[in-house]
Nanobody, 127 residues
Framework: QVQLVESGGGLVQAGGSLRLSCAAS????????MGWFRQAPGKEREFVAA????????TYADSAKGRFTISRDNAKNTVYLQMNTLKPEDTAVYYCAAVTSAYWDSIAIRGPEYDYWGQGTQVTVSS
C-alpha cells in the first residue's frame, strides 16, 4: 500500500496563494491516480482536483477551475495543488488520495474510488 503525507497548509489572507504537497511512499507512485479533496467544518468532503498517472489528464471542481492547479512529479513521488486567489470559502482540511490504475490516462473524481488517504492539512483563508 501507499502512505500519503500532505504539507503546505496554513493561514493566508483572501487573494493569497498556497501550494500543497502530498508525498507518497511505499509503492511505485506512477501506478497511482491522484486526487485532492477538502472538507470544511460541518460539510461533507468534496472533490477538488484529480490527475492521471501520466500527469496529462486533469480535472477540477467548478469551485477550483481557473484558480487551482494540480500537478505531479513522478520522480519525486509527489502531487501538488497550487491554489491562487484564495477565498474564505476555500477554508477546509485538504486531503490527497490515491488509487491504482491500469490505465495511464484515466482519472477518478469520486471519493469512494480512492483507496488511500493522507491525514490532511488545514487551509484557513481570512477575509
Amino acid at each position: 500500500q501507499v502512505q500519503l503525507v500532505e504539507s503546505g497548509g496554513g493561514l493566508v489572507q483572501a487573494g493569497g496563494s498556497l501550494r500543497l504537497s502530498c508525498a507518497a511512499s511505499g509503492q511505485t507512485f506512477s501506478n497511482y491516480r491522484m486526487g485532492w479533496f477538502r472538507q470544511a467544518p460541518g460539510k461533507e468532503r468534496e472533490f477538488v482536483a484529480a490527475i492521471s498517472r501520466s500527469g496529462f489528464v486533469l480535472t477540477y471542481a467548478d469551485s477550483a477551475k481557473g484558480r487551482f492547479t494540480i500537478s505531479r512529479d513522478n520522480a519525486k513521488n509527489t502531487v501538488y495543488l497550487q491554489m491562487n486567489t484564495l477565498k474564505p470559502e476555500d477554508t477546509a482540511v485538504y486531503y490527497c488520495a490515491a488509487v491504482t490504475s491500469a490505465y495511464w490516462d484515466s482519472i477518478a473524481i469520486r471519493g469512494p474510488e480512492y483507496d488511500y488517504w493522507g491525514q490532511g492539512t488545514q487551509v484557513t483563508v481570512s477575509s
